[in-house]
């Protein structure tokens, strides 16, 4: 499913929803930044939402990520090599990205939620896709001064998930690009609407709750979230509510 917000006539920001994954696609006249870029066996599926929005592959400028998890970074590696184009984070996540370490959830932390059915049906869809590559990106790159991409993204600081997670704001400020720091859902969550990923997720919990807490100071008005549905309404109250929840 892809949805669509029009920053100006020739500027769109769409959010790519799967039922894995996001990813997310700005487009300024025939020039494309793309946002994460799902697991490694999505590639296709991102160059197939690209045409779908009648752009290229070969039209992306530059890729932003919000955190090296490979849901996120997975699809990115394979497609920078194939069309040549850089991938920036949050200088924090750069060592991350090219894999001199790794604060992912591994068998260990799954394992205690593997009894229950929605984890065990994610794990069915993910494992094909290739939840256990550890393939980062070796020429992972910290955003450029200044950042001047399609779309006019602009970096907001949302550590906790991982510790260089980054949020961006697109569409003038309208949009939040998430990530996982404040999700709408995922597979194994019973909760529908704006949450906290859950813990088994997180790298640093106290300081992902303080993150979400910091959305609460925004004016934006769309969430595009890492996992789950767009949500339309003020970001700053979905932050609360997922306070809450979670």
């Known amino acids: 499913m892809i949805s669509r917000v029009d920053a100006s006539a020739t500027s769109a920001a769409f959010l790519v929803q799967t039922d894995v994954v996001n990813w997310?696609?700005?487009?300024?006249?025939?020039?494309?930044?793309?946002?994460?870029?799902g697991y490694p066996g999505q590639e296709s599926d991102v160059v197939e939402s690209i045409r779908h929005i009648g752009g290229r592959p070969e039209d992306i400028r530059g890729a932003l990520l919000t955190h090296a998890h490979v849901d996120h970074?997975?699809?990115?590696?394979?497609?920078?090599?194939?069309?040549?184009?850089d991938v920036y984070m949050d200088p924090v996540e750069v060592s991350h990205a090219r894999r001199?370490?790794?604060?992912?959830?591994?068998?260990?932390?799954?394992?205690p939620l593997a009894y229950q059915p929605r984890v065990l049906r994610w794990l069915a869809k993910v494992t094909p896709l290739g939840v256990l590559s550890r393939k980062g990106i070796a020429d992972a790159k910290?955003?450029?001064?200044p950042l001047d991409l399609p779309g006019r993204p602009i970096p907001v600081s949302a550590h906790g998930h991982t510790d260089g997670h980054s949020a961006y704001l697109v569409a003038a400020g309208e949009?939040?690009?998430s990530g996982d720091a404040l999700v709408s859902g995922h597979p194994i969550s019973k909760i529908a609407?704006?949450?906290?990923?859950?813990?088994?997720?997180?790298?640093?919990?106290?300081?992902a709750r303080?993150?979400?807490e910091s959305f609460m100071m925004l004016e934006s008005s769309v969430l595009f979230p890492g996992h789950g549905?767009?949500?339309?309404?003020?970001?700053?109250?979905?932050?609360?509510?997922?306070?809450?929840?979670?």
């Open 24 to 37: 997310i696609l700005l487009q300024e006249g025939s020039d494309i930044t793309l946002i994460d870029g």
């Open 73 to 85: 970074l997975g699809g990115l590696v394979g497609l920078s090599q194939r069309y040549g184009f």
């Open 100 to 111: 001199d370490h790794l604060q992912q959830a591994g068998p260990t932390d799954i394992l």
């Open 142 to 145: 910290p955003f450029p001064e």
């Open 175 to 177: 949009v939040l690009v």
């Open 193 to 207: 609407g704006p949450q906290c990923i859950s813990d088994a997720f997180q790298h640093d919990t106290e300081t």
């Open 210 to 212: 303080r993150t979400v």
């Open 229 to 246: 549905p767009r949500c339309d309404g003020s970001v700053a109250q979905a932050a609360s509510r997922a306070l809450d929840v979670s």
